[in-house]
């Protein structure tokens, strides 16, 4: 409860952080888990939600968004469902991202050393090729 109460933790976080503080009694680390996610208490689609909002108004991509997540151990369908959940538009963001960083590039004379240095920024956030591409 005490790790719940801080942040949302995906199932496979809380099996871990629990048997490397009670490593003798894993079985019952296991079903203390397990009891947790029957009273709503451990949700894997809820981290997942929060977890997207929390990184897209960071300004973070699908692409890592989505690896952070499944190294959390949050399934698929619950990331595709929290990306449908938050409802992002990623190419706006995208460009948001850019405007934040390097300003307007419709106002720049836009050459090939920016494109490369815009293009390792977005990438680096996660964002995928075509998102990158509908910039230019």
Not at 29 to 35: A, D, F, L, Y
Not at 55 to 68: F, N, Y
Request: aromatic residues 8%; charged residues 35%.
């Amino acid at each position: 409860m005490d790790l719940l109460a801080r942040r949302e933790h995906s199932r496979r976080e809380l099996l871990q952080k629990l048997s490397r503080r009670f490593p003798n009694e894993a079985e019952r680390v296991g079903v203390e888990v397990c009891q947790l996610t029957a009273e709503g208490l451990q949700n894997d689609s809820r981290l997942a939600e929060a977890f997207t909002r929390a990184r897209t108004s960071r300004g973070q991509g699908p692409s890592k968004i989505s690896m952070e997540l499944k190294d959390k151990g949050v399934t698929d369908a619950d990331i595709l469902l929290a990306f449908e959940e938050a409802e992002v538009d990623w190419f706006a963001l995208a460009s948001e991202v850019v405007l934040k960083k390097f300003g307007d590039l419709s106002d720049q004379e836009v050459d090939i050393r920016l494109k490369a240095r815009v293009s390792r920024f977005l990438q680096q956030r996660g964002f995928p090729y075509d998102h990158i591409a509908s910039l230019y």
